[in-house]
């Protein structure tokens, strides 16, 4: 018996109070009033399930008040039968995974003189139960002096309370420190605490680990923003609740809707000229896929409160819908933004009636601009695809490829290959571009080495996420394009897609996106310091959507620390942010369509 209490103290050290939180931290309050007891607390494999007993006649029975007596069950029914169960299921283990700790925390509510000789009684005639190497039972409400704690099996623990002073002895027994959460304050769940409130609370919580003893706030507040400030705000390290399925889905998506910013970057803070040339000569784009403010707040917030992209002055706001829907996907929202024309979700460089339109590429190299398309998606992706093809399906990948032959574009960086080199007509589109001068690279390494002033680099390494090791591709394909394209006389539009914060934001997955984010204001910093040293170039950032209907219900500029909520795994139809800096960035200020953006870009440029 002695290595079974010995085996649960070291697994509790481990899995308790300071860590970061799971099923096995949430109290099934008043388990017994669920509709199935024990089974959906323990199939969701939380950490402890409480059961109120009373005496009577000699029988344990669970309820919550006398009047419910009448109906009750027993308690051996509800819970020791089919705990004893799951035991000898498991040899001996709570739960099949061999380090999860289950305890049974049973509420007196009748006195412990009569009721605790009654339950011993009955327990032991469970001998798998005092066998078990992760299971224990503990006892609440109506507990006995802890001086006369010693008078007990070895195998029964306590619920311990604030303000009382136990021995060592009597701290091996106690399983937790529980309180009333309305005994210290009237705080409703939302917002903080007041202060005087704050520091009672935190009190317990202080005084409860400094003797090593998770705590339990019964009373609290009962829904998800008071889980997520009795875990940030107060520390709490057990959860009561009542809503135990909802709590575990909770705990199970905190490893996705959480962020803690551990490193940051230093965002670039720009010098802007007291007064910008009236028009640009250059333009670059930068496009963060599926980037709302939310999104960008989360970087920001994740960064310690920086964020190069929030230093730009001049801001506008862009509405997304598309021709034929409320909610743009990635197709039309880009080929708005490249042709300046409302179309169809999924259609790509052409219009609403499937007819193909002018990009802003095509206008550009007519005009003798170089042009470079930088994305960390495919090329044939619907962004980058947008700005040299034309195609009524955003699907249509070999198609969209063989477009990109007639562009004449002079620099494209993504992923994508096998949509050129591994074609079901058979043809290798990469042995067509090199015959049309480019000097056509499948590794992305290859980037520092390249000298001719067009090239295609097509790399699957460059669509890992950040969190997998892409690297600053962006940025560097970036400044490597700046470097062919700077020159006397030299006139670019430079578009870079920033891809996979939609891909985080339609996984609903909160670090995803952040990474991702920081990743793309990084890129923006590069291009700030280009403008800041050209005064010929305007750098427009903008998103071509929305995705996951982003909120932030919590955070910490100082620790970096953030929490999202997602009203979808698709893109949502709120406006989007347009910062522009540079020569002519006035005019991008104010409320208007995607369309808008192209329509601004050429009345700029014209005027040159």
């Known amino acids: 018996m002695k290595i079974n209490i010995l085996l649960i103290v070291l697994l509790l050290t481990l899995k308790g109070f300071g860590q970061s939180y799971s099923p096995s931290q949430i109290f099934a309050h008043n ?46 029914d509800l819970y ?30 009748t006195a412990a003189t009569t009721t605790l000789p009654v339950l011993i009684k009955k327990i032991e005639s469970y001998p798998q139960l005092l066998q078990a190497k992760t299971f224990r039972i503990a006892v609440s409400g109506n507990m006995p002096a802890p001086q006369t704690w010693n008078q007990f099996p070895q195998w029964l623990y306590f619920d311990g309370r604030p303000g009382i002073t136990y021995s060592a002895d009597q701290l091996q027994r106690v399983v937790m420190i529980s309180t009333g959460m309305a005994a210290l304050t009237n705080w409703n769940g939302k917002g903080v605490l007041v202060k005087e409130h704050y ?77 910008w040339k009236k028009t640009p000569q250059n333009i670059i784009l930068l496009i963060g896929d599926g980037t709302g403010l939310a999104q960008l707040y989360s970087g920001y917030t994740a960064n310690h409160g920086s964020l190069s992209i929030f230093n730009i002055p001049t801001v506008g706001l862009c509405v997304t819908a598309s021709a034929n829907n409320y909610i743009t996907d990635s197709a039309a929202g880009a080929t708005a933004l490249a042709t300046g024309t409302l179309t169809n979700n999924r259609y790509i460089g052409v219009d609403a009636n499937g007819q193909p339109v002018a990009t802003l590429v095509e206008i550009l190299r007519q005009q003798n601009y170089h042009t470079a398309l930088i994305t960390s998606d495919d090329v044939t992706g619907a962004t980058p695809a947008s700005f040299y093809a034309h195609q009524p399906e955003r699907g249509m990948s070999e198609p969209i490829a063989n477009d990109f032959l007639r562009s004449k574009v002079d620099i494209l960086i993504g992923g994508g290959v ?86 985080g934001g339609h996984a609903n997955n909160l670090g995803y996106i952040v990474t991702e984010v920081l990743d793309f204001d990084k890129t923006a910093a590069e291009a700030m310091k280009y403008v800041d040293a050209d005064d010929d170039t305007l750098l427009i950032i903008t998103a071509d959507h929305e995705t996951g209907g982003l909120s932030l219900i919590d955070g910490d500029l100082k620790t970096g620390f953030v929490q999202s909520g997602f009203s979808t795994t698709d893109h949502s139809g709120i406006p989007v942010p347009v910062f522009a800096y540079g020569p002519g960035a006035d005019l991008f200020k104010g409320v208007y369509p995607n369309t808008h953006i192209f329509v601004k870009i050429k009345q700029l440029l014209d005027k040159k």
């Open 199 to 275: 520091e009672r609370v935190m009190d317990v919580v202080s005084k409860a680990h400094a003797v090593g003893k998770p705590v339990r706030f019964w009373g609290a507040p009962d829904f998800i923003s008071a889980w997520m400030k009795l875990i940030s705000l107060v520390k709490a390290d057990i959860i009561n609740t009542d809503h135990v399925e909802a709590c575990v889905q909770f705990f199970k998506n905190r490893e996705f809707t959480t962020y803690q910013g551990e490193v940051s970057h230093t965002a670039y803070v720009p010098a802007p000229k007291v007064k």
């Open 80 to 109: 020791l039968k089919p705990i004893q169960k799951v035991l000898i299921e498991n040899n001996g283990y709570a739960y099949k995974d061999s380090e999860q700790v289950l305890t049974l925390m049973i509420d007196l509510k």
């Open 31 to 76: 388990d017994y009033a669920t509709a199935k007891p024990f089974y959906t607390a323990y199939q969701n494999q939380v950490g402890y399930i409480e059961a109120d007993i009373f005496l009577v006649a000699d029988e344990l029975k669970v309820a919550h008040t006398e009047a419910e007596l009448k109906n009750a069950a027993l308690l051996e």
């Open 418 to 503: 096998k949509n050129f080199s591994e074609r079901k007509d058979n043809r290798n589109l990469l042995d067509t571009l090199k015959k049309q001068g480019y000097t056509v690279a499948t590794r992305f390494a290859a980037l520092d080495t390249i000298t001719n002033s067009k090239f295609v680099i097509l790399d699957n390494e460059t669509v890992l996420p950040i969190q997998k090791g892409r690297g600053e591709i962006l940025s560097r394909s970036l400044n490597k394009s700046l470097q062919v394209f700077s020159g006397k006389g030299k006139k670019f539009f430079i578009m870079v897609e920033g891809a996979q914060i939609d891909w």
